[in-house]
């Protein structure tokens, strides 16, 4: 697969993802391939656990609820700066769920909000970081398959 670049802006977000404790970057990431505005294929061929996916969007290292908001009573304190992950399966397809999360800047060059798959191309990366995507192949599918269980 040919490397893409592009110019990320503004990740300090990334960069307190990392500063949390107990947070460790995901293995070597694999390849994806983007139609339109999603990735059509999973990462990974194992079955998706919406369980597992949920309890990882609400664990704080993770960062989503940082900045979302959703159905987790039991969070206290939740994101307003992006939009609420509610209905995010009724909006989006898994496969525009996962690009969301890959490869964000492809759809906002705006965004504050970190690429959590893809490594290449991407500005202000602490050493140590470079070439790792912050999620895993599987942390990603289970993720995937939470938000698209979403319906209301």
Request: charged share 25%; with cysteine; proline share 6%.
């Amino acid at each position: 697969m040919a490397k893409r670049t592009h110019r990320i802006s503004g990740l300090v977000l990334a960069g307190a993802l990392f500063a949390v404790p107990g947070f460790a970057p995901a293995e070597e990431s694999r390849g994806y391939t983007v139609v339109g505005d999603a990735i059509p294929e999973p990462l990974t061929h194992a079955r998706g656990d919406a369980t597992r996916g949920r309890a990882l969007v609400v664990e704080r290292s993770s960062t989503c609820i940082l900045c979302h908001s959703g159905p987790f009573p039991e969070q206290k304190f939740q994101g307003d700066l992006a939009p609420d992950l509610s209905g995010s399966g009724s909006r989006w397809s898994e496969g525009q769920l996962r690009l969301r999360l890959v490869e964000r800047l492809r759809l906002n060059a705006a965004t504050i909000m970190p690429s959590y798959y893809r490594v290449d191309g991407l500005d202000r990366v602490g050493t140590q970081w470079r070439g790792k995507p912050i999620l895993s192949a599987e942390q990603m599918r289970i993720s995937v398959t939470y938000l698209g269980s979403l319906r209301e």
